[in-house]
């Protein structure tokens, strides 16, 4: 990714290229952008995130760039910007080739080759981390605007190219080398389905974070609808469903004064060349449920760090930032932070905020209709059941329950060489560095809060 052409899409925000990754974070005040904002200081800490990243794996820093980009959200984000969220996203290389993909907040990631794939940000319950295969386009980051629209992928590749440092922008655009060279055009900035889809396909992304790519836009935000004595045009003159116009150069009839519509503004079809599919109301009921279960409300009996942070009272170094605790303050309450992460074998993190059931497909089980958190896991051994595994948050600790799977949850704890598998339906504490195999893959857990002495 180091040597392929990062071109910037002009607006108020920060964007840098370091290390062949590329960073975007959102500027939400009205003043100009300045090395004072909490963006411009964001900017500068993650990138130093991802040049030590890319000096300890330079051929494939995305898995620990996401790894430690979570902790930077659980230490680093609240004393750089307390009380308001930070909106960043970051590109870079993926450990087995790809692109990784890691977003927090109202950002967007374009991924435009044959098809053009949406990872927003602002669906997923925290984070999005995703591994996508390199587009033979190009990949981009735009920061969402207040309504949620991001800008196109511009039609033709310009000639601007943000080699190495910082600059203001709204997003930035990763082009392909095919498409530097002129081997390949970029496509349409919107996908075509040459034919039209049917209401039961799968979103893009089939991930619960993710998977609703485009809300539908609400009835007040839709393009009024044209005076009835205006001529309508015959359906003979009208592409078909799906497919675009054969001659785009032909001129509008005169007698025809339509304004120009916005294509922000439209209304979320089946055909077309919206890339979204009609939004299914039950897992957009689910995801809302999910994101509402991420909220931190539980509260419980604790200590607080130095730096006011909510911890473990059994820890001695805080749960949030890895500071020492004083052991003799009396307990107060306070909001239960999350507990730690799952980091699977291909580098993907769940930060544990809430309860969640874990599967090759746990969206539709019993678990996630309680408001459990579905965390869909890849695997193709045939050994993964649908909902597989529960985890529990239960004060301070974390339980990992085997939903009476038929190949079973196994569990080896650290410094042990043997797996162990779990009863059914009777919970384990996790530890740090415990891991968990569930089908064919395995997962680690750890601390959200760093090593206190590195």
Not at 172 to 197: C, F, N, Q, Y
Not at 440 to 451: G, I, Q, S
Request: proline share 10%; net charge negative; aromatic share 4%.
């Amino acid at each position: 990714m180091k040597d392929r052409q990062v071109e910037v899409v002009p607006g108020t925000h920060a964007v840098a290229r370091v290390a062949g990754a590329v960073i975007v974070v959102a500027h939400r005040g009205t003043s100009r952008l300045t090395g004072r904002e909490p963006a411009a200081v964001a900017i500068e800490s993650l990138a130093q995130l991802v040049c030590d990243a890319v000096d300890e794996y330079p051929h494939g820093p995305g898995a620990l760039i996401a790894r430690e980009a979570t902790r930077w959200l659980m230490k680093t984000a609240e004393q750089i910007s307390p009380g308001v969220p930070i909106d960043f996203g970051i590109l870079s290389a993926a450990d087995h080739g790809g692109v990784a993909i890691f977003l927090h907040g109202a950002i967007t990631a374009v991924a435009a080759g044959d098809v053009v794939d949406y990872y927003r940000g602002s669906d997923a319950a925290f984070t999005v981390d995703r591994v996508a295969p390199t587009p033979r386009t190009a990949v981009a980051l735009f920061v969402d605007d207040a309504k949620g629209r991001i800008p196109d992928i511009p039609g033709e590749r310009g000639i601007g190219w943000l080699a190495e440092g910082f600059a203001h922008a709204g997003g930035a655009v990763l082009w392909s080398d095919e498409v530097r060279e002129g081997v390949i055009k970029p496509p349409p900035t919107a996908r075509v389905d040459h034919e039209p889809r049917q209401a039961h396909s799968r979103p893009i992304s089939e991930t619960p974070a993710t998977s609703l790519m485009d809300a539908v836009t609400s009835a007040t935000e839709r393009p009024k609808p044209s005076a009835p004595d205006r001529p309508v045009p015959q359906a003979a003159d009208r592409p078909a469903p799906g497919r675009t116009s054969p001659d785009r150069s032909t001129p509008a009839q005169p007698a025809i004064d339509h304004p120009a519509p916005d294509l922000n503004e439209a209304e979320t079809r089946l055909s077309g060349t919206n890339p979204a599919p009609e939004p299914d109301p039950e897992l957009q009921r689910r995801l809302e449920s999910t994101a509402r279960a991420t909220v931190l409300t539980t509260r419980l009996m604790g200590f607080k760090c130095a730096r006011a942070h909510p911890s473990d009272p059994r820890a001695a170094f805080c749960t949030v930032c890895g500071m020492p605790v004083d052991q003799t303050q009396a307990l107060i309450e306070v909001v239960r932070p999350p507990l730690g992460m799952l980091v699977l074998d291909d580098g993907m993190t769940f930060l544990l905020a809430a309860d969640a059931v874990m599967g090759r497909d746990p969206e539709n089980s019993e678990a996630a209709q309680r408001g459990l958190i579905p965390l869909r896991i890849d695997d193709t051994s045939g050994g993964m059941s649908r909902a597989h595994a529960e985890v529990h948050l239960v004060n301070w600790d974390v339980q990992l329950i085997d939903r009476g799977s038929t190949n079973g949850t196994r569990t080896r704890l650290p410094g042990y060489r043997d797996w162990v598998r779990l009863t059914p339906h009777q919970p384990m504490i996790l530890i740090p560095g415990t891991e968990a195999m569930i089908g064919n893959r395995v997962m680690r857990y750890e601390p959200a809060a760093p090593p206190p002495f590195g």
